[in-house]
């Protein structure tokens, strides 16, 4: 592939969050059009969505909720897992987090995260690594946002969020009403109507709601 950085400054622009704005991101105008152009510069002939290239809604959401709440994290240890672009990461960062570990199985995300952090002045530790079978180790806190879209995910993501939260973890979620997030054991926090792309949701706005995990799986 040509350098990771340039795949992602190249299929995307610096653009302000449409519900974050004191957060930029490298986003993407439209969902096909990015994953054609990296496609076209991969070796690869089949490489994962481009979740990196936007600013979903659940994470607007969950970083909009830190950022107005930054003592739920603010000198804690935050692992945010499936980090995408980083927005969340980021949102944690800029409250005071530290350290910040932003994990994710795409190759491109994880650049995409290191891209994104440096252009917001954010310490962040993009990590390429599927966690969901372990434990949030020493994370006080652990974050995850727009996670739950695929069926087989979202069980192990679930799983993964009740674990860390037995093992003493604060753990929030960030998501717009996707079909496989099982809310039992999830305590809501707040919802925002978040701006989203047509081309992404169908629709011009999603209502997104801000959880904490209270019990244990």
């Known amino acids: 592939m040509a350098s990771t950085r340039r795949v992602i400054t190249d299929t995307t622009r610096l653009a302000t969050v449409p519900y974050v704005p004191e957060i930029r991101l490298q986003q993407a105008d439209d969902p096909f059009t990015v994953w054609e152009q990296v496609e076209?510069?991969?070796?690869?002939?089949?490489?994962p969505p481009p979740f990196w290239a936007f600013a979903w809604a659940g994470?607007?959401?969950?970083?909009?909720?830190?950022?107005?709440?930054p003592d739920l994290v603010a000198g804690q240890r935050v692992l945010d897992v499936a980090s995408g672009s980083g927005l969340v990461a980021i949102a944690a960062a800029r409250c005071g987090a530290h350290p910040v570990l932003a994990v994710d199985v795409d190759e491109?995300?994880?650049?995409?995260?290191?891209?994104?952090?440096?252009?917001?002045?954010?310490r962040v530790r993009p990590l390429l690594a599927d966690v969901l079978d372990g434990d949030a180790q020493d994370a006080q806190v652990v974050l995850c946002a727009d996670a739950f879209y695929e069926e087989d995910f979202a069980v192990r993501a679930l799983r993964f969020l009740h674990r860390a939260r037995a093992g003493g973890a604060r753990v929030f979620v960030?998501?717009?009403?996707?079909?496989?997030?099982?809310?039992?054991?999830?305590?809501?926090?707040?919802?925002?109507?978040?701006?989203?792309?047509?081309?992404?949701?169908?629709?011009?706005?999603?209502?997104?709601?801000?959880?904490e995990v209270t019990d244990g799986d």
């Open 59 to 69: 994470g607007q959401a969950l970083a909009r909720y830190l950022l107005d709440h």
């Open 40 to 47: 076209s510069t991969a070796a690869e002939t089949e490489l």
């Open 108 to 122: 491109l995300a994880i650049k995409a995260i290191s891209v994104n952090a440096a252009a917001n002045g954010a």
């Open 174 to 211: 960030g998501d717009p009403g996707r079909a496989f997030l099982r809310t039992a054991g999830l305590v809501p926090l707040a919802s925002y109507e978040i701006p989203v792309t047509i081309a992404l949701e169908g629709m011009t706005s999603k209502q997104a709601t801000v959880y």
